[in-house]
């Protein structure tokens, strides 16, 4: 079984070049709660739905979340009658919340909820959540004040200063015996370049998966999400400079030592492979990690497995 951490783009985009080359029931996928977010009455869970989606082959793949050639009719209606309408949530993509949301008012966990999920939209892929419970990644901003993740990034678009970011109800949360025995049992785990402080942060903050990442680091590698300084998406390079992270790959390094063996890093920074590897103890590969296409994010997935002897076993 090779494994994930998953946030939302960055990381499903690889996973897809992955699908180009193995099949769906030798993935599974960790996947960040932290985005998770009550709205009009609503659960929504967007991180774990671009998994469901993705693996159901539903997913809208110029944005990489909602649902393809969806429509906003509800949404439209909602607007008008004064609920908030910044969060585009499309119709189809609405019955998936509702459903989601009386699972939860029937007591049943996230784990429950998206293993329903997955059965009814034909996921063969294990897609866990990686809290059993509700966990919140909050931004505290100059100008609007503590607000929840969703806010920062599609309210105000990232166009606000951050004072701090925290993780609310992270002492509290629960994992599920699928969290462990995942971690415990696949043969390769691979932290994917997500935003390291929003998606990936979130899961490997949770200490009972913070412990068994640690003794399972063998086994795990990390993919950069920069280039240089530069992010291969979103709002990573302010979100790491908040949290007085450097926004490079040392200080993804730096970020992620404790949690795998090994870093992959770009081609273009390769020049600074020795200096990471004497500074943190891990073993620093290069490749091409930008993927414009799933093409792209094919090759990567082979080089990735090829690097660790399990082509020929997976492919
Ligand atoms: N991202 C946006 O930039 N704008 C949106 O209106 C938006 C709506 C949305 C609805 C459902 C869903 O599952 C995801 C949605 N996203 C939207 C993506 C989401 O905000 C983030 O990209 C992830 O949470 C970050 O990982």
Redesign the pocket.
Known sequence: MITFLS???GTPKLIQGFRTILRDEKLSVIV?TA?DIWLSGIY????V??LLYLFSDLLDEN????IKDDTFNTLKMLQLLGFPS?????DQ?LAVNLFRTQMIHKGHSQEDIVKALSKLLNVRSTIIPCTKNHMECRIITEKKGDIH??EF??KYKAKVNIKQVYIKNLESVEISDAVRSTIKNSELIIIGP??PV??IGPIIRVREIADLLKEHKNKIIAISPLIGNKPIS?PTKMLMKSEGMESTPMGIAEFYKDYCSCLIIDNKDSDMINQIQNKTGLEVLSEEILFRDTQDASRLACSILKRRDLYDKYV
Request: hydrophobic share 25%; aromatic share 20%.
């Open positions: 946030g939302g783009t960040n985005d929504i869970s967007p991180d739905d671009t944005k990489y979340w909602g910044w969060f585009n949530l499309g993509d993740f969703q990034w599609v997500s935003n929003t998606s979103g």
